[in-house]
């Protein structure tokens, strides 16, 4: 498995932006398909966005798509999330995830979690 951390969370005004990060440690980050997921208090985990190891595919949640895109660096063994004109019900914890195979926006098919990082947007 590989350990993630995420860092770039933080409390912004509606409209604003935040660029998450996550860390991967291991020599095989490469090979991985990543994802982020988020968490909102009372609700379920939900899916926001993935990306294939080599960056050819993704995918976003609906709600996000044109705000939020999903990148990596291979050579840097991190994968990004730039949040753009957010909204007060993106606030949620933002977890990072790495999956072995494409499994789109289930979140079982991700092996590894980071332990989050908190985002506010206030309105």
């Known amino acids: 498995q590989v350990q993630l951390v995420e860092s770039g969370g933080g409390l912004v005004q509606a409209g604003g932006s935040l660029r998450l990060s996550c860390a991967a440690s291991?020599?095989?980050?490469?090979?991985?398909?990543m994802g982020w997921f988020r968490q909102a208090p009372g609700k379920e985990r939900e899916f926001v966005a993935a990306l294939s190891w080599n960056g050819d595919t993704t995918s976003y949640t609906d709600s996000v798509k044109g705000r939020f895109t999903i990148s990596r660096d291979n050579a840097k063994s991190t994968v990004y999330l730039q949040m753009n004109s957010l909204k007060p019900e993106d606030t949620a914890v933002y977890y990072c995830?790495?999956?072995?195979?494409?499994?789109?926006?289930?979140?079982?098919?991700?092996?590894?979690w980071g332990q989050g990082t908190q985002v506010t947007v206030s309105s």
């Open positions: 995830a790495a999956s072995v195979s494409w499994s789109g926006s289930d979140p079982m098919g991700f092996g590894s």
């Open positions: 291991g020599r095989t980050f490469r090979s991985y398909v």
